[in-house]
């Protein structure tokens, strides 16, 4: 699907609040129950619109010193007074997922990493992977001690080679599962 423009929607925003915030008693969001009562109406919009806003602006600021998605993706954070509101929380979408889709909408998917521009794809790049990490039994011995130690999203990260490489492998996939 085409990326949605983060500035745009937090002006739509800040458009809906400002000709219809005071008059509205119920707005009915995306992903969201209704909200209820002026106030919280406007409250919501205000924030919403803030919160897009914010998004969008860290993101270019940061892209403009040049930090890659993941990089901004991993480092953005939200200021407290919308990191504490429950509908601003990645329920449905993430910090994470919002700030590469600013950076996709701007520059692309390429993240400026010459390797990346023709990689291998998924299971050629597996078997590699699996190759360079010793073999099945040695990735999932490493990656038995990971999970062990809490490191969920790198033992994801891993697992997903071992089962592109060795998709019958069951231990593989259970472990990935558990991950």
Known sequence: ??????????????????????????????????TWGTDRVCTFLREQRDLY???????????????????????????????????????YGTVSHNVKAIYQHYLSWYDAHPANLHAHPPVAAAQRYVRYMGGIDALLAQAQLDLQAGDYRWVAEVMKHAVYAHPEHAAARE?????
């Open 1 to 34: 699907a085409k990326v949605r423009d983060a500035l745009a929607w937090s002006k739509y925003l800040h458009r809906a609040l400002q000709r219809y915030g005071a008059r509205s008693d119920v707005v009915l969001a995306q992903h969201h129950w209704p």
């Open 53 to 91: 806003r914010v998004l969008h602006d860290q993101t270019v600021r940061l892209m403009s010193h040049g930090l890659k998605p993941a990089e901004i993706a991993e480092g953005l954070q939200l200021p407290e007074a919308l990191a504490t509101r429950w509908h601003a929380r990645g329920y």
């Open 175 to 179: 472990l990935a599962a558990q991950a």
